[in-house]
Nanobody, 123 residues
Framework: VQLQASGGGLAQAGGSLTLSCTVSGRGVSNYGVGWLRQAPGKEREFVASISWNGDTTLYADSMKGRFTISRTNGRNTVLLQMNTLIPEDTAVYYC?????????????????WGQGTLVTVSS
C-alpha cells in the first residue's frame, strides 16, 4: 500500500488550498483514509478522516466548517479542501490509511502513511 500526498504550498491567511492523496495497493480502496498534521515543535494531530465509500466523515473540532474531506476517482483519491486558512494551520500534512473501512482520530489506527506535504500559512 502506498499513499502519495500533494498540493501543499504557501497561502495567505483567509485563503484556500486543496491537498490530494493518491492511494494505491491491494485492497486500499476498501480502507478508511485520514489526514493528520504536525506543526513544528508539536505533536501530530488529527485533521479529518473518511470511510472507504465516503459515506462517513470525521473532523477535528477546529477544522469543522473550514475543511472538507472527500473521496473520488474510484475511491483512490482523497481530497482535503482547506478554506479560511489561519497561520495555526501551518504544518506538514500527512495522509494515512487504516486497515478497516472507517478511520478515526487516533494516529495509532493508521497503518500506512504518505510522505507528507508542507502547508505554510502567512499572516
Amino acid at each position: 500500500v502506498q499513499l502519495q500526498a500533494s498540493g501543499g504550498g504557501l497561502a495567505q491567511a483567509g485563503g484556500s488550498l486543496t491537498l490530494s492523496c493518491t492511494v494505491s495497493g491491494r485492497g486500499v480502496s476498501n480502507y478508511g483514509v485520514g489526514w493528520l498534521r504536525q506543526a513544528p515543535g508539536k505533536e501530530r494531530e488529527f485533521v479529518a478522516s473518511i470511510s472507504w465509500n465516503g459515506d462517513t466523515t470525521l473532523y477535528a473540532d477546529s477544522m469543522k466548517g473550514r475543511f472538507t474531506i472527500s473521496r473520488t476517482n474510484g475511491r483512490n483519491t482523497v481530497l482535503l479542501q482547506m478554506n479560511t486558512l489561519i497561520p495555526e494551520d501551518t504544518a506538514v500534512y500527512y495522509c494515512a490509511s487504516a486497515l478497516r473501512s472507517r478511520a478515526g482520530s487516533n494516529a495509532d489506527e493508521y497503518r500506512y502513511w504518505g510522505q507528507g506535504t508542507l502547508v505554510t500559512v502567512s499572516s
